[in-house]
Structures are given as C-alpha cells and as structure tokens.
C-alpha cells in the first residue's frame, strides 16, 4: 500500500533525536476503509544519514498513545528505497514513521536519517502524512504531503467472496 507516487522526493523530513517521528497514516486503500491484518514489509525512502546509520521503524495503534520502536535497521542505503520483513499485527488504522536511532535516544546532535516525503499522490488517495512524538503520542498532520514510506501483507479491504461454477 503506497500513498506517494515514488522517486524523487520533493523534501526530507528530520528532526531531533527521539522527538520527531515522521511518517503515515494507513487507514484507508483508494477510498476504501482498511481491515486489520498483519504487516509483512515495509519501505522507505531514504535520505541522507547523517552522523550516524541507524534507524529506526515504529509502528503503532492511531490511538495517539506513546510509541515504542518497534523495528531497528541498522544496515541503511542513503539516498533510496530501503526495505525490511516484518511481522506486525495492525488495526484497520495505524501509523508507521521513521525515527533516528540510538540505544538510549541521546545520540550526537543535528541531522539524522531523513525521509522523503511526495507533495502529491497516487490513485486520488489524499494525503497521510503525519508527524508523532515518541513520548507524548501527540500527532500532527502534515498538509498536502505523504511520506514515501509503504506497507505490504494482508492488511486489505473487506471483500465478499461470490461462488462460481463453471460447466
């Protein structure tokens, strides 16, 4: 599922260490509300990576509570779509961001692994993108902008199943 239309990023989002957690909302597929279901991957692009390599994915509820770093890459190509296998179980609406990582949030200062972000769409599908906060949970939504940042797995719109025979 990708809101963004792909390559090249229009900006890159960074922030300070363990505060800004950019990324998008996933709760609905080209106008469709979204089931719950598993996540079995997910991509980014990505921008420069600053002092350090590592990054980190979390994944969350859109309930607005605190997040908690769910996945940490520590192998990161600048300047491109990165991708990582998970297996995540997600309601029919949550939000996965990208967070520069390090083992206790305090990391050297300035710029950090950066994502990009399309100030377009794809499929008429809006926009998604959003900006969290790791400790406070709070959310703010970024106009106009999706996050190149996509999941796959089984997370799909409900459909009904038809029988068919065939003679």
């Keep these: 599922m990708r809101y963004d239309p792909g390559s090249p ?22 106008g469709q509300p979204l089931d719950s279901g598993t996540v079995t991957r997910i ?5 420069a990576l600053g002092a350090i390599g590592t990054v980190a994915l979390a994944v969350a509820g859109d309930n607005g ?12 190509a600048p300047t491109a779509f990165n991708s990582v296998a998970v297996s995540l179980p997600v309601d029919s609406s ?4 990208l967070i520069r990582y390090t083992t206790n949030n305090n990391g050297p200062p300035g710029r950090y692994g950066s994502l990009g972000v399309r100030f377009a ?12 906060n790791l400790s406070a949970g709070f959310s703010v939504g970024l106009p106009m902008q999706n996050a190149m940042l996509r999941v796959a797995g089984n997370v799909v719109i409900p459909v009904e199943l038809l029988e068919f025979d065939v003679d």
């Design 9 to 30: 990023a229009d900006n890159l989002l960074f922030g300070p260490v363990g505060q800004s957690i950019f990324g998008n909302r996933f709760n609905s597929r080209s």
């Design 94 to 97: 949550f939000f996965v961001g």
């Design 43 to 47: 991509s980014w692009y990505q921008g």
């Design 65 to 76: 509570a605190p997040l908690s770093v769910s996945i940490v890459i520590f192998s990161v």
């Design 121 to 132: 769409t794809t499929n008429s599908q809006g926009y998604h993108a959003i900006q969290r």
